[in-house]
């Protein structure tokens, strides 16, 4: 078999530490780099090594990947001191999995490959469980033969990878996703809260469902949890917003209309506004319930 090559990974967040972890033991030598050190220590003890800047990262590893919050962080860790960006020379490999903007992604990747660097970004799709188990779905676009060597460490990661075509295609892939996760949480949400004020059991909406054309994983996975006020992130809030905000700017400058998504965003906005950005998206159920 051929020798793995040396995969970095900057973010250790819920989804890069996942992802990382998952590198680690299927034998990948990883290092790890993260803003804050402390996120570092599990993977450190897992057999990861840890690096002081993101810049080392990439000039010690074959390929590295990322993924932070949103587009503030993607260009922070690309275009800030001792970043991505500083570690590259021609023929080095980036591969950010952060859900972000089709103008974020376009200018990271354009500061890349004038660089002399390779890009191919790659959002996902499924959270923390999925992250864990492997089981993500990977949208990735920009240099296809990038993505074909680096395929084995994506199927470390994920259950499917698409290969969607130019740089951008892959945010607005996530965008649509997410997008329409969102809208669906909002609506259980109003769901929940309108039948048991009417009245209602919510553990019977949630079997009502269970049974319709409606069931989806995501609300057998969250209605229970949102019943019994669990909203421990795997997805946090504040991402979830992010992202239909990101969507609505979609909206915005192709002319489509969208007032699902518009709400969906102004009820995402109140929840985070009440204090609920680190918890699960879920949560925007707790403010919809008043
Ligand atoms: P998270 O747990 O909140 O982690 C965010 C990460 O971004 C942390 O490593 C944080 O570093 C880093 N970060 C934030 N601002 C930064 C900055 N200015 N400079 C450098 N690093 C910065 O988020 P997550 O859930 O892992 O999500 C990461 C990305 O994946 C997001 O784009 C999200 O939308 C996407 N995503 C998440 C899920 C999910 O279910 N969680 C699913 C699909 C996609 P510190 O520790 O120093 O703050």
Redesign the pocket.
Known sequence: MDKKPSVGYL??????SAMAGRLVDAGYPVTVW???RD?CAPLEAKGAKVSETAQEVVETCDVTFA????P??AR??VFGEKGVLAGITKGKRFVDM??VDEECVKEIAEAITAKGGRFVEA??????GPALQGQLVILAAGEEALQKEVQPCLDVLGKRTFFLGEVGCGARMKLVINMVMGINMVALSEGLAVGQKAGLQGKDILEVIKEGAIASPMYGLKGPKMLDGDFAP???LK?QQ??VRLAVDLGDKVGQSMPLAAAANEAFKAARAAGKGDEDFSAVYATVNR
Do not use: E, Y
């Open positions: 973010g250790m967040g819920i989804m890069g993260n803003r804050s996120k993924c932070t919050s949103d503030t962080s922070a860790v952060s859900t959002p996902v799709s499924g959270s923390k795997n997805f946090p991402h992010k992202d």
